[in-house]
């Protein structure tokens, strides 16, 4: 591989909030770059900014200066609606509290992705219905006989797994996990980093925050993050 | 998202709070319920009309003299409406192509040794014609629905020809019962019965008839009837000038009130009517048309019908606020959920259509008990207002695009106030 492609270039990220009249500096510039098919584990005490970052990188929020180039776009040149594009097609996103739907059924969270796909616009791309998707990503984590529960009548293990099936449904170019093992025993969260680890091994890119060293050992590299900064 | 998801996700958003929303749909109800209820008093009314003047069509002016009551009898006002009043009246008025008069009066008829008292009616040559358009009679055991033709009304012969009501001639048809009475069985055609001492030849009988609203069969007396041309009856029947009853047919349905004031002055001039103190003409005279009177009964639904709007106001407007409310609450316990759509890609179009959709569909339901409502508090409604209330079918759409109407600018705010949360914020909300 000579000269990978970059997925994330990030040049000198700040994100600032204002709380009252104190300003919190989170990011005080962070230039990062991880390239398709890469595993990264992202790693720093807490209140480093490493939410915030992958806030950022997930186009949930946007920087206070910096450019962040997606895949070579520039987001922040885009509109709500083009980065809400985004997030349903180029990222995957693994949140630490899982994050689903309470009144759907497994299935029904999974697609969730796809119904806010607009239809007949991929062309032939998209050939399948999105409940026949979803099934097939729950199969990858190994859930398909659990598509009709509810997250309710989920263990914390296998509701991580259908956020991720939720995650790789779309196909993204990026998925970002933000402490996903983070709420699990650590045998559960060792199921959770095998699937994340086969998924890099079937080529995807991933980026995931942890604070657990055995955890980041399983990625290909660790960067480090103190103090809104990412260490060299 | 496809309308369909779009439909699901606000249904199971709408079920997951019955006994609420059912309670925020209450004013949307009421408010519906006054919708139907009101446009039904409405209709009441111009179908009260419709019915009992049917036979004045919306291109006529009907042309009667006004009375004053004296001693228990009424008294012409002024100048009786004569036979020549209707006569002279195309002439006068350009816009009268035709007219129609009917004199009433009655007299001793008598055949061979039988004598009858009765009423007898001084008609044009479309008379039958127009009692078939009148549509309160029909011939005994007519199919109900089928069309009424002028042969199936003469039981034998014919009906007077425009020729015989311009000359007077001494020829007159007789009701069902009246032959009967008069012939006992015989063919009366050709026949010379006598009235008030005149002769006339008998050139027709009517059918037997009965009334089409069966309440009325037992009083009415459809078949006992005698027709003259109102020419012969005017000149030769009375011993003072009668009063004549005219409608008079106008070339053009939109100039009605032009043709009333033509057929105003020609009766001025001609009964020399003055101006009053006041300059208001005191005519002797007066002219109605479909209008007028659809406006009288309308002028007495109106008061009615202005409390039940502003009770359609009142309570849609309470409703919408209701449903607004029902919106927000929902919002805001579900501010995870709106920030976990927009992390897997909703639009904020897709968070306003969905909660949009959610308040259409809530005011919907709504809209469709209070049609259920409106259309059982008819019979109240016409209880209030002597009678005339009557569903009007079109005030069923009329009112579930109100009802819609009322959830979708009421669900408007919330579900832009969904729509701009903010994505983490939304997502970090407990
Ligand atoms: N919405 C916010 N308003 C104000 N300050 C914030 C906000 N979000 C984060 N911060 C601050 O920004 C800094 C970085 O927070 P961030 O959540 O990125 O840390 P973290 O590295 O993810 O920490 P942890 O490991 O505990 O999850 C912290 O000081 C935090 O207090
Ligand atoms: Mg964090």
Not at chain 2, 44 to 60: I, K, M, P, T, Y
Not at chain 2, 139 to 164: D, I, K, M, N, Q
Request: net charge neutral; hydrophobic share 45%.
């Amino acid at each position: 591989m000579n000269d990978p492609r970059p997925v994330i270039e990030t040049q000198k990220l700040t994100k600032t909030y204002r709380m009252g009249a104190t300003d919190v500096f989170a990011l005080r510039g962070v230039d990062m770059r991880i390239n398709a098919g890469d595993f990264v584990a992202l790693m720093g005490a807490s209140g480093s900014g490493k939410s915030t970052m992958m806030h950022l990188l997930g186009c949930l929020d946007t920087p206070t200066t910096g450019r962040y180039l997606l895949e070579g776009r520039d987001v922040g040149s885009l509109s709500a609606q083009e980065r809400a594009r985004l997030r349903n097609q180029r990222i995957g996103f693994v949140f630490q509290t899982f994050n689903l739907l309470p009144r759907l059924t497994a299935l029904d969270n999974v697609a969730l992705p796809l119904l806010y796909r607009a239809a007949g616009k991929q062309g032939n791309a998209e050939p399948a219905s999105p409940r026949k998707r979803a099934l097939v990503a729950l199969e990858r984590v190994g859930l398909a006989e659990r598509a009709g529960h509810r997250p309710t009548q989920l263990s914390g293990g296998q509701r991580q797994r259908v956020a991720i099936a939720r995650a790789l449904v779309g196909d993204p170019a990026l998925i970002l996990a933000d402490e996903p093992t983070g709420n699990l025993d650590s045998s559960t969260g060792g199921d959770i980093m095998r699937l994340l680890a086969e998924l890099h091994a079937e080529g995807r890119t991933l980026l995931l925050v942890t604070h657990d060293r055995a955890v980041a050992d399983q990625a290909e590299y660790t960067l480090h993050m103190r103090d809104g900064r990412l260490l060299p | 998202m496809t309308f369909l998801n779009v439909l699901r996700t606000a249904l199971s958003g709408i079920a997951a709070n019955k006994l609420r929303t059912g309670l925020t749909m209450l004013g949307i109800i009421i408010g519906v319920a006054s919708v139907i209820a009101t446009l039904a008093l409405g209709n009441g009314a111009r179908a009260a009309v419709e019915n009992s003047f049917r036979f004045l069509g919306s291109d006529q002016i009907q042309v009667s003299g006004q009375f004053a009551v004296e001693d228990g009898e009424p008294k012409p006002a002024g100048k009786l409406l004569s036979y020549e009043d209707g006569l002279t009246l195309t002439d006068a008025a350009p816009l009268i192509d035709r007219v129609e008069m009917t004199v009433r009066g009655s007299g001793k008829v008598r055949h061979g040794q039988t004598t009858l008292d009765m009423t007898f009616t001084g008609v044009d040559a479309g008379a039958l014609t127009s009692m078939i358009a009148d549509g309160k009679v029909q011939p005994v055991g007519w199919p109900a629905g089928a069309l009424l033709t002028s042969e199936a009304f003469l039981a034998r012969g014919r009906f007077f020809s425009h020729s015989e009501v311009a000359a007077g001639a001494q020829v007159c048809v007789l009701g069902y019962r009246t032959a009967d009475d008069l012939f006992l069985g015989d063919d009366p055609i050709g026949q010379t019965v006598w009235i008030n001492r005149k002769p006339c030849e008998v050139i027709g009988v009517i059918a037997e008839l009965e009334t089409v609203d069966e309440q009325e069969r037992t009083r009415a007396k459809p078949n006992d009837a005698f027709y003259l041309p109102v020419s012969t009856a005017v000149q030769s029947l009375f011993e003072n000038e009668p009063w004549v009853e005219i409608t008079a047919h106008v070339t053009d349905e939109a100039r009605m009130d032009e043709a009333k004031t033509q057929i105003a002055a020609h009766l001025r001039t001609r009964h020399g009517i003055e101006q009053g103190s006041d300059g208001k003409w005191l005519d002797d005279f007066r002219l109605t048309t479909k209008k007028d009177i659809l406006g009288v009964q309308q002028d007495a639904a109106r008061t009615f019908s202005v409390l039940l709007t502003a009770l359609a106001v009142v309570s849609l407007v309470v409703g919408g606020f209701g449903i607004m409310n029902v919106m927000l609450v929902s919002v805001t316990e579900r501010t995870r959920e709106i920030g976990v759509r927009m992390a897997v890609g909703a639009r904020q179009q897709d968070v306003v259509l969905q909660f949009l959709l959610e308040a259409a569909l809530l005011s919907l339901a709504g809209g469709l008990v209070g049609i259920l409502v409106g259309i059982l508090s008819i019979p109240l409604a016409a209880s209030l207002n002597a009678g005339l209330a009557l569903l009007d079918p079109a005030s069923i759409p009329v009112a579930l695009l109100v009802a819609l109407a009322t959830g979708i600018i009421f669900g408007l705010y919330p579900a832009l106030r969904a729509a701009r949360l903010d994505p983490i914020e939304a997502l970090r909300y407990e």
